[in-house]
């Protein structure tokens, strides 16, 4: 079964600082996508960032990249020069056509210190 | 702008009694449609997947005579809390999966509803 594991409950960073959030997946399936969303007190669920699988290159979507290592099924998300506006819980998720339904890690809040 | 509307937003119903939450897919044409609870400080769980023109698939443990699931347009699929408990009190989010090749398979999500049972 496929599951998504994000190994951090909780992280702080320095405004302005970079942070690194972790998510590694387990599958068999040789097509799918990968995302992570994020969901501040609001609760609203805001796309952040999508991954092909059959793509090499990491995505990018201006303070924020990922790391896809897809051999070690893994993939991170970089937040440069983070903003007080970036607290929040973000969930990396899973999405496999086959399967037809998406997949969610335990989530990671993310704390901005002023 | 929106492309997943959920309504309502918040909603609170009498013990035992029925709340129907819609979620709308604003831009494009939904044939999957998906349902999730989430209690607090805990992440999304599907609770099950909605086909249009067929029914349900429900994930393991969650009841389909409780919550009644029905996809009737590509465009529309609500969820129905019947007989409604205080337990059933949550936040219940839906998406909906874009099939255009352009966008990947993108999944958005509605705005979610808060449903309090009393």
């Known amino acids: 079964a496929q599951t998504v594991t994000q190994s951090q409950p909780e992280m702080s960073v320095q405004e302005a600082e970079t942070v690194t959030l972790s998510c590694t997946y387990d599958?068999?399936?040789?097509?799918?996508?990968l995302f992570w969303y994020k969901q501040p007190p609001s609760r609203q669920m805001i796309l952040v960032i999508r991954?092909?699988?059959?793509?090499?290159q990491n995505a990018t979507e201006n303070r924020f990249s990922v790391n896809f290592q897809k051999a070690a099924k893994s993939f991170s998300l970089k937040i440069s020069d983070s903003q007080l506006g970036d607290a929040a819980m973000y969930f990396c998720?899973?999405?496999?056509?086959?399967?037809?339904?998406?997949?969610f890690g335990k989530g990671t809040r993310l704390h901005i210190l002023p | 702008g929106a492309v997943v509307s959920q309504h309502p937003s918040r909603v609170i119903c009498k013990s035992g009694t029925s709340v129907k939450i819609e979620c709308r897919s604003l831009d494009f044409q939904a044939t999957t449609m998906f349902w999730y609870r989430q209690f607090p400080k805990q992440s999304l769980m599907l609770m099950a997947t909605s086909n249009e023109g067929s029914k349900a698939t429900y994930e393991q443990g969650v009841e389909k005579d409780k919550f009644l699931i029905n996809h009737a347009s590509l465009t529309l699929s609500t969820l129905t809390v019947t007989s409604a408990h205080p337990e059933d009190s949550s936040f219940y989010i839906c998406?909906?999966?874009?099939?255009?090749?352009?966008?990947?398979?993108?999944?958005?999500f509605g705005e979610g509803s808060w449903l309090t049972v009393v």
């Open positions: 991954q092909e699988a059959y793509k090499q």
């Open positions: 998406s909906a999966r874009d099939p255009a090749l352009l966008r990947g398979n993108t999944i958005y």
């Open positions: 599958t068999s399936e040789s097509d799918y996508y």
């Open positions: 998720a899973y999405y496999a056509p086959g399967d037809d339904k998406i997949i």
